[in-house]
């Protein structure tokens, strides 16, 4: 078992491009499995049929476990399995018409214009701390990219001549988004101290003052911090400015496929999620112009 696992995870890094994350948390999901089946039942693996994937179904939500990391357990199971059957460890495939769980989707409301306003209004260009803290919201916000795509951002993904930054997104996809002209100033500014810090901190945009690289826990700590004086909002996250890019430039005429580009989407029902939200705002206007809201009415 152990050297199939091992085969699966060069399979996903090598041919499917995942993350390390992402791997960890495919061959967790599988170990789990096992684990549990392992102690429930000595089982080969092609004695493993739906009835014994449902009777761990079953056990995860008794272990209260929600229906969302449930079914993000069970795409890592699908993908393992998948890749036992085409590889012929197994004979049958045994999650044929399996249907996800049905889960509660909670509309999710960005911050609004207004409320970006104030977080970027203003910064100390002196200072290298603020400068940089500043310029994390200000590139989450107007280039749409991820927590890891930001901290992975490269001095050579900086095009002045022609405004834009390359950024490389899930399995190494590489998108070119525009820089707006108060991004460009401030990277400019950033990029004159953070030479003086380290030369070239292995190539890395974005460090930190003693040179090291961003982390995960820093940056959202950052935005919740940045936040929390602005907003009533309890989710404040990096993710949430990636909701509030793609709501406001729907909000202001772009249109789902230009979207999709920008934030690196492979399928346009990724993208669709925002029109949910756009929808609030749209629900406003209405409300605003429709005559029979109005106040002469």
Do not use: C
């Amino acid at each position: 078992m152990e050297e199939i696992l091992k085969q699966y995870s060069d399979y996903l890094i090598k041919e499917k491009r995942y993350s390390l994350k992402t791997l960890r948390a495919y061959t967790d999901d599988v170990n789990v499995f096992f684990d549990y089946v392992f102690k429930e039942e000595k089982l080969l693996l092609n004695e493993i049929d739906y009835s014994v994937i449902r009777t761990w179904v079953v056990f995860l939500s008794e272990s209260n476990y929600s229906s969302l990391s449930i079914n993000r357990k069970m795409s890592s199971l699908k993908s393992f399995f998948k890749y036992l059957y085409q590889n012929k460890f197994i004979e049958e495939y045994p999650l044929t018409g399996h249907k996800s769980l049905k889960v509660e989707k909670k509309l999710q409301i960005p911050f609004s214009e207004n409320e970006m306003k104030l977080v970027l209004n203003e910064v100390d260009l002196e200072d290298y701390d603020q400068m940089l803290k500043f310029l994390v919201v200000a590139l989450f916000y107007t280039l749409g990219i991820r927590k890891s795509e930001l901290i992975n951002l490269r001095l050579k993904d900086v095009d002045f001549f022609s405004n834009n930054i390359k950024v490389v997104g899930k399995r190494n996809k590489e998108r070119v988004v525009p820089l707006v002209d108060e991004v460009q100033f401030l990277l400019k500014k950033y990029l004159a101290k953070r030479f003086l810090i380290a030369s070239e901190g292995e190539g890395l945009l974005m460090l930190l003052k003693n040179g090291n690289k961003l982390n995960e826990t820093f940056v959202y700590r950052l935005i919740n911090n940045y936040f929390r004086g602005v907003t009533s909002k309890s989710k404040k996250s990096p993710h949430m400015l990636r909701h509030t890019f793609a709501t406001h430039m729907l909000n202001n005429g772009a249109d789902l496929n230009s979207i999709k580009e920008l934030l690196g989407h492979s399928s346009l029902s990724s993208t669709q999620i925002y029109t949910q939200t756009s929808l609030v705002e749209l629900k406003k206007v209405y409300k605003n112009a429709h005559p029979r809201f109005s106040d002469d009415e």
